[in-house]
């Protein structure tokens, strides 16, 4: 069974740039969330979609946006690039908008480089 | 003040030693408690978790958790090479929709 897939594995971008991160949910999960974890940190919740609507969403600034698709996908999009965007970029799946820890599955994440 | 604090390290052990790591939370409405294992390059992996207060065992791996005191500990007996990776602490928030990470352990077993 294909689990939580994350693309592309790493990029790297100019300050200013748009980004946009894609995450694919394990198969029957209709919920996903998108964390940021910033070298040495741990991982940061920024959104949740469930049914292709915002259900719950950080403490992120504004250019941080996503949306989800009819087939429970997600894309991440971040506007006007800054460095202190560099980060590693997760993905969790769960079958609900609600789970237990063990209902959550991360993918393996996209590495974002600001230059 | 953070919801969930852990000490970043690093931790380095030989093999064979017990490894201890800790964390603290402020939120006494969290229920879940979690251990996730992330290795260079992966995303984290859910290792232990526990409900409310008391202890789980799973072969090497030890997760206590103290409410009265708000104190998360993870304990590792005979500790492998393999063993080395990033262990986060982690609580489940109330509405059971967000995981709330602390900064991750840095651990290195060495033969």
């Known amino acids: 069974d294909a689990g939580v897939t994350q693309s592309p594995t790493h990029l790297i971008k100019t300050r200013g740039q748009q980004v946009t991160l894609r995450c694919s949910p394990i198969s029957g999960h209709k919920s996903v969330s998108w964390y940021q974890q910033v070298l040495g940190q741990g991982p940061q919740f920024i959104f949740q979609?469930?049914?292709?609507?915002?259900?719950g969403r950080g403490n992120f600034p504004d250019r941080f946006s996503a949306r989800q698709f009819p087939n429970y996908s997600s894309e991440l999009n971040v506007n006007a690039l800054l460095l202190g965007d560099s980060a590693l970029y997760l993905c969790?799946?769960?079958?609900?908008?609600?789970?237990?820890?063990?209902?959550?599955?991360f993918g393996s994440g996209t590495r974002l480089t600001v230059v | 003040q953070k919801e969930v604090e852990q000490d970043p390290g690093p931790l380095s052990v030989p093999e064979g030693a017990i490894v201890s790591l800790n964390c603290t939370y402020s939120n006494s409405a969290f229920q879940y408690f979690m251990w996730y294992r992330q290795y260079s390059r992966k995303g984290p992996e859910l290792l232990m978790y526990?409900?409310?207060?008391g202890n789980k065992e799973d072969g090497r791996f030890t997760a206590q958790v103290d409410k009265s005191s708000k104190y998360i500990s993870l304990f590792i007996r005979d500790s492998q090479p393999s063993d080395s990776a990033t262990y986060l602490c982690?609580?489940?928030?109330?509405?059971?929709?967000?995981?709330?990470f602390g900064a991750g352990t840095r651990l290195a077993v060495h033969p």
């Open positions: 979609y469930y049914e292709k609507e915002e259900r």
């Open positions: 969790a799946s769960s079958l609900d908008i609600v789970a237990p820890p063990y209902g959550y599955t």
């Open positions: 982690a609580s489940l928030s109330g509405g059971y929709n967000k995981l709330i």
């Open positions: 526990t409900y409310s207060s």
